[in-house]
Nanobody, 117 residues
Framework: QVQLVESGGGLVQPGGSLRLACAAS????????MDWYRQAPGQERELVAS???????NYGTSAKGRFTISRDNAKNTLYLQMNSLKPDDTAVYYC???????????WGQGTQVTVSS
């Protein structure tokens, strides 16, 4: 059974940093493409960053130059390093896995990030 568990969210001042983690079980992250999404109140869920099994990264417009997606294969954990945070980054952040063989999408429970002074 696939489980994705996010952690690392919290309250941070503008300009600060946070590192989110997504611990995975039931899948091997290094063999799969993984994504970070976020959803702000009243808005649709949006793609923040992607990491392929081969190590290629892709970032949403809001994340470019400030966020970094990575993984620790030994810990089977996905990370999102977020720097220079802005109030507009306030959202619930989710990690996601799309199982291309079945079409099933797996989401973690999300972790709240609040950027405020």
């Amino acid at each position: 059974q696939v489980q994705l568990v996010e952690s690392g969210g919290g309250l941070v001042q503008p300009g600060g940093s946070l590192r989110l983690a997504c611990a995975a079980s039931g899948i091997i992250l290094s063999s799969n493409n993984m994504d970070w999404y976020r959803q702000a109140p009243g808005q649709e869920r949006e793609l923040v960053a992607s990491l392929t099994s081969g190590g290629r990264t892709n970032y949403g417009t809001s994340a470019k130059g400030r966020f970094t997606i990575s993984r620790d294969n030994a810990k089977n954990t996905l990370y999102l390093q977020m720097n220079s945070l802005k109030p507009d980054d306030t959202a619930v952040y989710y990690c996601r896995w799309l199982d291309w063989t079945t079409g099933n999408i797996y989401w973690g429970q999300g972790t709240q990030v609040t950027v405020s002074s």
